[in-house]
């Protein structure tokens, strides 16, 4: 069994609707990184969190570590928010991430 | 800053050379690591280091090796390609642990294993 779930897979929205992405972990964690994947290829960090939520601009992420599940939220979608979104939680005292297999976004104007 | 260097961006290899994929960073991070990502899989730690002189493997370390001289510089070594070894791979590091600081990722080399 994974160690991380993301849900969907794939998601497909219009510009302008709002975006939920999933994570569900099975391992202890003391923080969990969501990265951004860009179709070139590039990958930048968007959040780091081991408790509640955190916004920037129109991202916001947030985590229950008890229900051991985190969302990315996208208000106001963009074209230019097409990407691949990747949750990393980090185990506890391994000094380690471990990866989702990443949620293909696509953005249509 | 430049951030995480990676050289080459590609490389094709025969099966049976050796290489080494380079990665440097210039923000005094002591956490470097090494990734793979293969299609339909996430990504999938190699090996990693919490310092200089200090190395680990991760979750898929068979043909490769690290070192870790300096801050700077966290090269990883295949000593004998072979085409599973065909993947993206990621060099990336953080300030300190990987649970601690916000992950810096390099570019990226895409290598082909003939």
């Known amino acids: 069994k994974n160690e991380v779930e993301q849900s969907p897979q794939n998601l497909t929205a219009q510009e302008g609707e709002f975006i939920t992405i999933n994570c569900s972990y099975s391992?202890?964690?003391?923080?969990l990184h969501w990265l951004q994947q860009h179709p070139g290829g590039g990958i930048v960090s968007l959040f780091m969190?081991?408790?509640g939520k955190k916004k920037h601009g129109r991202l916001i992420a947030t985590i229950n570590i008890q229900e051991k599940h985190s969302s990315l939220h996208i208000t106001a979608s963009h074209p230019r928010d097409s990407a691949v979104y990747i949750c990393?939680?980090?185990?506890?005292?391994?000094?380690?991430?471990?990866f989702g297999k990443g949620t293909k976004l696509t953005v249509n104007p | 800053n430049a951030g995480v260097t990676q050289t080459p961006k590609f490389q094709v290899l025969k099966t049976g050379q050796s290489m080494t994929l380079q990665c440097a960073q210039d923000?005094?991070?002591?956490?470097m690591s090494w990734y793979r990502q293969d299609p339909g899989m996430g990504l999938r730690l190699i090996h990693y280091?919490?310092?200089?002189?200090?190395?680990d493997q991760g979750e898929v370390p068979n043909g490769y090796n690290v070192s870790r001289s300096t801050t700077e510089d966290f090269p990883l070594r295949l000593l004998s390609a072979a085409p599973s070894q065909t993947s993206v791979y990621f060099c990336?590091?953080?300030?300190?642990?990987?649970?601690?600081?916000?992950?810096?990722f390099g570019p990226g080399t895409r290598l082909t294993v003939l």
């Open positions: 923000m005094n991070h002591e956490y």
């Open positions: 280091s919490v310092g200089a002189g200090i190395t």
């Open positions: 990393a939680p980090d185990k506890s005292g391994s000094e380690k991430l471990v």
């Open positions: 990336a590091s953080s300030s300190r642990g990987a649970g601690e600081g916000e992950q810096f």
């Open positions: 969190l081991s408790s």
């Open positions: 391992v202890g964690i003391s923080a």
